[in-house]
């Protein structure tokens, strides 16, 4: 079922810095890809999403990069804050189900 | 609106016990998602239902797991007899159907099989 590759694993950054999420996927049909933030405890919750139709789209601080010839996209977090400390998943979507990555978890240090 | 509501929120059981996940969609949903997760594997699908009809449960890993969907507002996913590598935590979801609608996930049920 692992059809989206996601990396690094963990990243530590800090405050105010940037931080790069990269995934790929090797699902041609897959026609829309989500980021999902999840913190301790809870369920994931989705953050920002694309379709590859377009290139990049962008949401405060948070911006999807989206190569579809490559079958790459990536997500950026500018100033990273403290707050934003989580676990990122990236997905592809086949019909109405999401395939996962699986998952970055993101330390930001003030 | 309530959310997803998943119980129990945490379990602890022995190795051959039979034990029963729970979970309400949020209303109006028609489409209902069964996860798992573990630190090695990630975040897997185990089962898919649209309109209570199961779609696609090539996820499941084995006999040993079985999904229900009685009702637009309930489903089960029950593991008879557990083992410990079933311990993970299993997230239900559920959303409107229809290509690129959100997904909302439960606050997950957290197995412990010892």
């Known amino acids: 079922q692992q059809q989206v590759k996601q990396s690094p694993q963990s990243l530590i950054v800090q405050k105010g810095g940037i931080s790069i999420i990269n995934c790929a996927y090797e699902n041609t049909a897959f026609d829309y890809f989500p980021w999902y933030q999840q913190f301790p405890g809870k369920g994931p919750a989705l953050l920002i999403a694309i379709r590859p139709d377009v290139s990049e789209k962008k949401e405060g601080r948070f911006t999807i990069s989206f190569n579809k010839s490559a079958k790459q996209f990536s997500l950026h977090i500018m100033d990273s804050q403290p707050g934003d400390s989580a676990t990122y998943f990236c997905?592809?979507?086949?019909?109405?189900?999401?395939?996962f990555g699986t998952g970055t978890r993101l330390q930001v240090f003030p | 609106d309530a959310g997803v509501i998943q119980s129990p929120r945490h379990e602890v059981t022995e190795m051959g016990q039979e034990v029963t996940l729970r979970c309400k969609p949020i209303?109006?949903?028609?489409?209902l998602f069964w996860y798992r997760q573990t630190m090695m594997r990630g975040l897997e699908l185990l089962i898919y239902f649209n309109n209570n009809v199961p779609i696609d449960d090539s996820g499941m890993p084995e006999d040993r797991f079985s999904a229900k969907m009685p009702n637009a507002s309930f489903s089960t996913l029950k593991i008879q007899p557990s083992e410990p590598r079933d311990s993970a935590v299993y997230f239900c979801?559920?959303?409107?159907?229809?290509?690129?609608?959100?997904?909302?996930f439960g606050e997950g049920s957290w197995l412990t099989v010892v």
């Open positions: 979801a559920s959303s409107f159907a229809g290509f690129g609608n959100t997904i909302y």
């Open positions: 209303s109006g949903h028609n489409s």
């Open positions: 997905a592809g979507a086949d019909t109405d189900k999401l395939i």
